[in-house]
């Protein structure tokens, strides 16, 4: 079975420092897709950034970049000048293939704190 | 503006009662999906569909019943014998082919009165 895993429950930073969010996942596949949704308390949910794992190069969105480890099956997520508006849960998703559904890990509860 | 509408925002169930949570994305989407999440449990599948007029069952389906009729439309109905309905309910869609992008709704908060 595919399982993604959060070690972290909850994490604070301060207001412009940086955090890096931990991510595991267990695959047999060779090729898939990773992601990092962000969950405000309005709910919604965001996506943050999307790695193809084929690519070997890192993926980036402005402040938000990963550090994606294949062999280690490891995909963290670093936050760079943190912000306020950054506090939220963080969810970590794999899927196998488009048109599968996301399997996700349980959750990151980020706090920004000025 | 293109996006994904669920309606109600908050909804309440009776004892016994089912209910249908509306989902429409107007992104030209082939592929759709109901999650339910619940505190510290993350998201978990419920029904997913490929195509119109055909779905299967997510991890969770028991309980719950889809259709796809139209390309643009996934309602979720929560019946009498999902005994624990409580939680957010949250629809996705995403383009067909390899690593195609979910993206989500707003969600529709079930409460049992």
């Known amino acids: 079975a595919q399982t993604v895993t959060q070690s972290q429950p909850e994490m604070s930073v301060q207001e412009a420092e940086t955090v890096t969010l931990s991510c595991t996942y267990d695959t047999s596949e060779n090729n898939y897709y990773l992601f990092w949704y962000k969950q405000p308390p309005s709910r919604q949910m965001i996506l943050v950034i999307r790695?193809?794992?084929?690519?070997?190069q890192n993926a980036t969105e402005n402040r938000f970049s990963v550090n994606f480890q294949k062999a280690a099956k490891s995909f963290s997520l670093k936050i760079s000048d943190s912000q306020l508006g950054d506090t939220a849960m963080y969810f970590c998703?794999?899927?196998?293939?488009?048109?599968?559904?996301?399997?996700f890990g349980k959750g990151t509860r980020l706090s920004v704190i000025a | 503006d293109g996006g994904i509408t669920q309606s109600p925002k908050y909804l309440f169930r009776k004892e016994g009662q089912n209910v249908t949570l509306s989902c429409e994305q107007n992104?030209?989407?082939?592929?759709m999906y109901w999650y339910r999440q619940d505190p510290g449990q993350g998201l978990r599948l419920i029904y997913y569909?490929?195509?119109?007029?055909?779905?299967q069952k997510g991890d969770i389906a028991e309980g719950y019943s889809v259709s796809r009729e139209k390309k643009e439309s996934f309602p979720l109905t929560v019946t009498s014998a999902q005994k624990n309905p409580t939680a957010f309910y949250l629809c996705?869609?995403?383009?067909?082919?390899?690593?195609?992008?979910?993206?989500f709704g707003p969600g529709t908060r079930l409460l049992v009165l």
């Open positions: 790695q193809e794992a084929y690519k070997q």
């Open positions: 998703a794999f899927t196998p293939s488009g048109n599968t559904p996301l399997v």
């Open positions: 996705a869609s995403s383009v067909s082919g390899p690593g195609g992008t979910q993206y």
């Open positions: 992104l030209n989407h082939d592929a």
């Open positions: 569909s490929q195509i119109v007029n055909d779905f």
